[in-house]
């Protein structure tokens, strides 16, 4: 079975600093996905990254950067310099590669990023 | 582009009462799930439908059923509410074809907001 495991229910930090997301997943599958999904207050959830699991290179995009580690089982999330803005539950989550296959999340993580 | 569409936003109630959740989407996509958020639990699949025709449980499917009525709607219909169904409903669909460019990636609804008392 598959399993998505965040840790950090919830996450205060003063705005410029950095922070990072945990998210530690088990599975049996040899191939999967990894994805981040964002949902801020308003609740809608916007889909941040996916990553394959062939591929380890960890990825930048502006402020956010991803960790992701096989040997370990982890799929971190690292904000840089947050900003209010970055206020939200992010969620961890991972599925097979299958046809129409489903997606299991973490519990999330609740990020404020006080001004 | 629309995306996922769902109604109601919001809808309260009483125990015992039937309700269906309507979600529409027109990205051609060919898998539709339902999903419910509750505080501290993440989301949790309820159904799933992985091509027009084909409906399959998740991991919370007790006291729902869905209908995949075309490629585009996939319902959530509660038959008889309970208080432990009080939830965030969120549907969602994505691409089947493995490979594609964007496969698997889940484009979600607005959400429905369901109180039961």
């Known amino acids: 079975a598959q399993k998505v495991t965040q840790a950090q229910t919830e996450i205060s930090v003063v705005e410029k600093e950095d922070v990072t997301l945990d998210c530690v997943y088990e599975?049996?599958?040899?191939?999967?996905?990894l994805f981040w999904y964002k949902q801020p207050p308003s609740g809608e959830l916007v889909f941040l990254i996916r990553?394959?699991?062939?591929?380890?290179q960890n990825e930048i995009s502006g402020r956010y950067s991803w960790n992701f580690q096989k040997s370990t089982s982890s799929f971190n999330f690292t904000i840089t310099a947050s900003q209010v803005v970055d206020s939200a539950v992010y969620f961890c989550?991972?599925?097979?590669?299958?046809?129409?296959?489903?997606?299991?999340f973490g519990a999330g993580t609740i990020l404020r990023v006080k001004s | 582009n629309a995306g996922v569409t769902q109604t109601p936003k919001f809808q309260v109630l009483k125990t015992g009462q039937s309700m269906t959740l309507q979600c529409a989407q027109d990205m051609n996509h060919n898998s539709m799930y339902w999903y419910r958020q509750d505080p501290g639990m993440g989301l949790r699949l309820i159904y799933y439908s992985a091509s027009e025709g084909t409906t399959d449980k998740g991991e919370v499917p007790n006291g729902y059923n869905v209908s995949r009525l075309n490629k585009r709607e996939f319902s959530l219909r509660l038959e008889s509410a309970a208080p432990s169904q009080t939830s965030v409903y969120f549907c969602a669909s994505n691409l089947r074809t493995q490979g594609a460019p964007g496969a698997n990636v889940l484009t979600f609804g607005a959400g429905s907001r369901l109180t039961v008392l």
């Open positions: 989550a991972l599925s097979d590669m299958e046809y129409g296959n489903k997606l299991v």
């Open positions: 990553r394959n699991s062939f591929d380890e």
């Open positions: 599975t049996r599958d040899t191939t999967y996905y």
